[in-house]
């Protein structure tokens, strides 16, 4: 690639122009569904783990979360499909 003055040229792809005539597929549709829930779960785990913070204290709960989490990874790392 050449430079003029420390000055680089555009890039030019047509790989916008190829994603803009793809179609609106079940894919697309299940991505957003999936970010809503994603969404709705963070603001009621929010509200939920904020009052129990305020009523168990942040330590004690961050230790339940993690001896929550920890046999649920481990139990997940031998879950075969």
Not at 3 to 24: F, K, N
Not at 57 to 74: C, E, F, K, S
């Amino acid at each position: 690639m050449s430079t003029t003055a420390g000055v680089q040229e555009p890039i030019r792809s047509t790989i916008p122009a190829r994603l803009d005539r793809l179609g609106w597929s079940k894919f697309h549709t299940c991505m957003g569904l999936i970010a809503s829930v994603y969404l709705v779960g963070q603001i009621i785990g929010a509200l939920v783990f904020g009052r129990l913070s305020d009523q168990l204290g942040r330590r004690r709960l961050l230790m339940v979360t993690l001896l929550l989490y920890l046999p649920g990874t481990g139990a997940a790392a031998f879950n075969r499909p």
